[in-house]
C-alpha cells in the first residue's frame, strides 16, 4: 500500500474517533523532557498525517524508556529524588517481574508481586538475583522445533551469546494471577480470548506492559561505561537443549536492546517500542561509522550477513565464531531528528549519561486499530525489527519479515484462545508436568 494510501486510511480513522477525540491529550511534547511518569496515552499531533501520528507515537516510545529507565527505589518505584542516568540502584523495570518468576513448573502459583523464586540452584544466588536464563527472546531458541522463523542465538564479537528476559508490569502480573493463566487448568477454566487491560488516562492507571531486554557479557574491547550495565547470574539452562550443560556464573553484562509493548488506551493492537545500543551493528547500503561494533566485524569481509550460527548451539562453548549482523531497514531521518532531541535533554540532565548511547528504533502502532476486517489494525510501519531480537528476520517481505503485531496476532494460549498479542501464555505448563 502506498503512503498517501496508508495516510488517507489514518485519517478516514480519526475522523470516526479512533485515537485523538479527548480534549484533555497534550499536543505532541517535542522538548523532550523528561519524566518519571510513564505516559498514558499518545500525544495529540498538532495536525493529522501520517508522519505526524508516527511521531506522536515515537514520542509515547521516549517518555516509556526514560519513565521504565528511571532509578528506582527499594520497592521499583521511580525514585523522584534522582534524574535518569545518575548512578544508582536498579531502575524502575528491573523489579518487573521475569516470565521465570510467573510459569513455573508444574503450574504452581506464582510468588506474589515483589516476591522471587529461589534462583536456580547452581548459581547459588540470593533470592531475588538477577538471573539470566535465556540465550533468545523465546525460551526454546536452541530447539529449532518451537521456532515459526529463522532464528538462532545471538553470538558478539567475543564469541559469547546474547542472553535475554522478558518481564511484566503488575498490571499484566495481576490479569495473569487473577484469572489463573500461569497454569494450562487455569487457561481451560478460563475458556476465552486474554484481554489485558489498557491504560486508562482519566485514571491515572497503566495498562499491561511488556519489556524484553538482551545484554551481553561485557569483554574484551567492551567499554562498560558506555553501557547500562548489572550485575547478573548467566545460566546456561540445559532443559534448552540437549548438550547443554547447567553452569552459573555472576558476570557484569550490558544491555543490547530493549523492546517495549505497551496496551495503550484505544490501541488493543498494543504500541510496541524498540531501543538499541547505538554500537550494534551498522546499516546496509550505508559507510561504517565506527570501529568496533558489539555485532558486526568490519574487517571481515567474507562472514555472511545475518545469518545464525552454525549449530551445534551451546552457550556454554566461549569459542563461537561471532554473528555479522546488519541493520536491514535504515533508522528515518525523522526517529534520528527526535533521538537527538532526547539526548540533548538527557545530556543536559546529566552529562555524559549511559543512556546516551540508547536509540529508538522505531514504534509500530496500529493506524486502524478498530477496523472489523483486520485484527492488526493495519499497522504503521509495516515492519518493525530490533537487530537483537529479531536478528534473521529482518527485511520487508510478508509473513517471513519482522513485523511485530503482525507476528503476535497469531499468538494464542495452551487451549488455542487468543492471547492478546502475547506469546508468554503459552509458557503455562499443566498440573505435574514440569520443564525443569
Known sequence: MKRSVIAATVLCTLAAATYFTHANKAIADTSAALSPVLPKDIPNPKKVSLDALQHSFDVFSWQSFIALNWPATADGNPDTSKQIGQVGDMVVWQHYKESRDIFLPQGKTPPAWGQA??????CQAPDGAIVLNQVGKTPNVLDESGEPFQTGPLIDQNGLYTRFEILTNKTMFDYIVSNQLYSQEGQAKFATDANFPMTNQSLNKDGAIMIKAAWKVMGEGDDSSNFYTTDAYVYDNPHENAGVKAHCALQKVGLVGFHIGTKVENTPQWVWSTFEHINNVPTQGQPLTKTHYNYYNPKCTDCTVNTPPPRPWNPSNTDTPPSQVMRVIPIDDATKALNAQFHDSLQAAVPNSVWLNYELVST????NAQSTTDPTGAPAPKFLANT????Y???EVKQTSSSCINCHNNATMT??????????????????????
Request: hydrophobic fraction near 25%.
Open 117 to 122: 523464586n529461589p534462583p536456580p540452584r547452581e
Open 364 to 367: 509500530q502502532w496500529p493506524t
Open 388 to 391: 537483537t531480537l529479531e536478528t
Open 393 to 395: 528476520i529482518q527485511g
Open 415 to 436: 487451549t488455542g484462545e487468543f492471547s492478546d498479542f502475547t506469546y508468554l501464555l503459552q509458557r503455562a505448563q499443566a498440573k505435574g508436568e514440569s520443564n525443569e
